[in-house]
């Protein structure tokens, strides 16, 4: 098993995450971008999500080496960010970042889906593989920072195509064959997101993403503005990747204990707590970092009990399009709705009122979740560490 070389390309590909969006927000406002214009460049970054990995999914039947494609969207995406080196008006901007985000967003869930095949019986290695990329995550969030702090923010740009180039010479190393897929297995989909309770499941994915529109464009923002500098900056992202991590490691005990419902309702009801803190009490130094750790529950749990109920709702060879569909609802449109509010209030509310949405958001998820999500399960359940992504 190529345990090193599959690790690497989580490493570096979660590299470029930590390395990107939390400074992504204050680059733009560097160059004078309004708060509606920085809220439209990452809605166009989330809005990639909707269609792209499926669109490389459906050409990967195609490829009898899966890691070709991956590589070929590897290498579109170095070379469609490095275009930011060169012009950085707001329309260039948003073609650059459609361009960068749909062939970046496109290569994680097929590189997933090899990993798995390369895993083959050997999936509890899974874990710690995927690992990598949260470590990954945690040295470029706190290491971008440190040297903003000693050169011009301008720069930034360079960074990120160092992180986006390593992702490419990582995965050169590795290829894959295509296993052939059985037909006649792939009609009931349909049938399945018909159901009342699959319905209600993603409208709530679909709101609890989209609350964290305000978080992910303009908590950098919010922390600049307070005077935090960029080594503070990448410490606060740090701090709630860091409690997600924990999170990871204990829930299986916590399964053994408690239903997914009610995982999910804690999970919720968290996240409107800490959307809460973060617009009210931002002033506070204990405020801001009780709601970082309180990332463990709004992006961790949440994240895991969605996973093992989608999991649990389609069934066999519908798994794959049902993690999908909900990557889809939830981090692409949902995404791309809340990262757009944020910035239509964000410049003439602030953090108050963009987070209060946000809030108001996860107050309606929790409402749903409570009327139909599971309604009856209260039944611990196993949980295998190997299913979750940790980040």
Request: aromatic letters at 16%; hydrophobic letters at 55%.
């Amino acid at each position: 098993m190529p345990y090193w070389r599959l690790s690497s390309v989580y490493f570096f590909y979660f590299a470029s995450l930590g390395a990107l969006i939390p400074y992504f927000g204050l680059y733009l406002h560097s160059l004078g971008f309004l708060a509606a214009q920085v809220g439209l460049v990452f809605a166009v970054m989330q809005g990639t999500k909707l269609v792209a990995p499926s669109l490389l999914a459906a050409l990967s039947a195609r490829f009898n080496n899966r890691m070709h494609l991956v590589q070929l969207a590897a290498l579109l995406t170095v070379l469609s960010f490095s275009f930011l080196l060169i012009e950085q008006t707001f329309y260039w901007v948003l073609v650059i970042t459609f361009a960068f985000s749909f062939f970046w967003n496109a290569m994680l869930p097929q590189f997933e889906s090899i990993t798995l095949t390369k895993l083959g019986a050997n999936t509890h290695a899974y874990s710690d593989i995927r690992l990598w990329g949260s470590l990954g995550f945690i040295a470029t969030v706190a290491g971008t920072g440190f040297i903003l702090d000693v050169v011009e923010l301008s720069l930034w740009p360079w960074l990120v195509s160092l992180c986006l180039l390593a992702i490419l010479l990582s995965s050169l190393s590795l290829k894959e064959k295509q296993i052939p897929v059985q037909q006649g297995q792939n009609n009931s989909i349909i049938s399945i997101v018909r159901q009342k309770k699959v319905i209600v499941f993603f409208i709530v994915v679909f709101l609890v993403q989209a609350s964290h529109g305000p978080y992910y464009v303009f908590y950098s923002i919010l922390l600049d503005n307070l005077g935090y500098n960029e080594t503070q900056i990448g410490q606060f992202w740090a701090l709630g990747v860091i409690a997600e991590i924990v999170l990871f490691i204990v829930i299986k005990h916590v399964f053994k204990r408690v239903s997914l419902r009610l995982v999910m309702l804690m999970s919720i009801f968290l996240t409107m707590i800490r959307w809460l803190m973060i617009g009210w009490l931002s002033s506070s130094l204990v405020a801001l970092l009780i709601a970082q750790l309180l990332h463990a529950a709004s992006f961790g749990s949440f994240h895991v009990v969605c996973i093992h109920l989608t999991h649990r709702y389609f069934q066999g060879h519908q798994q794959d399009k049902g993690q999908a569909f909900y990557s889809s609802v939830g981090y692409g449109a949902g995404g791309m709705l809340g990262v757009f509010v944020a910035g239509l209030l964000w410049e003439d509310l602030g953090e108050t009122g963009a987070f209060s949405a946000a809030f108001l958001m996860s107050a309606i998820a929790f409402f749903l979740t409570w009327l139909w999500v599971e309604r009856g399960d209260n039944q611990p359940v196993k949980v295998e560490l190997d299913e979750f992504n940790p980040l």
